[in-house]
């Protein structure tokens, strides 16, 4: 009888369609090296293809069409098994698409501490303006950053990035590896010789070598 009970129980539970797919995604973890930068969202993520970004192996978490409280579930095992160096967001467009309310919670639930937190386009139904001040405040509650989504003009179809971005960002990623190389040469270099003193020359270059002088999206 409680064999039968646990049976008619699990056969109506809602359908999740996203289950096959968060399981994929967690055992593509696998062969992946812990330390990298970790992708968290629906298709704005999904459509990226960035093998490495900022000196960072990528792990592209993306689900397509999923909601917030969809992609949440996978969340705590993948920070878990990846132990990321940064997390990246980019969630809420099919919640607000959808009328779904409180995915404020699976959203607060989904960035950890020092989290980036990209914004939702302003393309499509739902208050966006209010959504975006939600996750500017997120970022800043969690030591993150808030990144602006796409304007309309740079995106395929009102929301997603369009096809020559991946490589303008992965473009703008060498350059910017390159400055800091320079830089941090002439600096080496400027201390040898006693020329400033390290402080206020390490200072004033931190803005153009530190860990976040890379482009993010």
């Not at 098994?81 to 995915?103: F, K």
Request: with cysteine; aromatic share 6%.
């Amino acid at each position: 009888m409680a064999g039968l009970l646990a049976g008619y129980c699990r056969w109506h539970e809602p359908f999740d369609p996203f289950s096959t797919r968060r399981g994929v995604t967690l055992n593509r973890t696998a062969d992946f090296p812990a330390g990298g930068m970790l992708l968290i969202g629906d298709s704005t993520v999904e459509r990226l293809h960035l093998p490495t970004l900022c000196n960072l192996p990528v792990f592209n978490a993306g689900l397509s069409s999923a909601r917030s409280d969809q992609v949440r579930p996978m969340v705590p095992e993948l920070l878990k098994r990846l132990r990321p160096r940064r997390v990246v967001t980019s969630l809420g467009s099919n919640d607000l698409r959808q009328g779904r309310a409180g995915w404020e919670r699976d959203v607060a639930a989904i960035a950890p501490r020092g989290a980036i937190i990209v914004g939702i386009s302003s393309d499509g139904p739902g208050d966006r303006a209010a959504a975006n001040r939600f996750l500017a405040r997120l970022a800043a509650e969690r030591g993150g950053r808030f990144v602006a989504a796409l304007p309309v003009s740079k995106t395929s179809d009102g929301v997603h990035a369009d096809a020559a971005r991946p490589r303008r960002v992965e473009t703008a990623r060498r350059r910017c590896l390159r400055r800091q190389s320079a830089l941090m040469v002439a600096m080496k270099t400027l201390q040898s010789r006693n020329e400033v003193a390290t402080k206020p020359l390490t200072h004033a270059f931190l803005p153009f070598i530190g860990p976040r002088s890379c482009p993010v999206v």
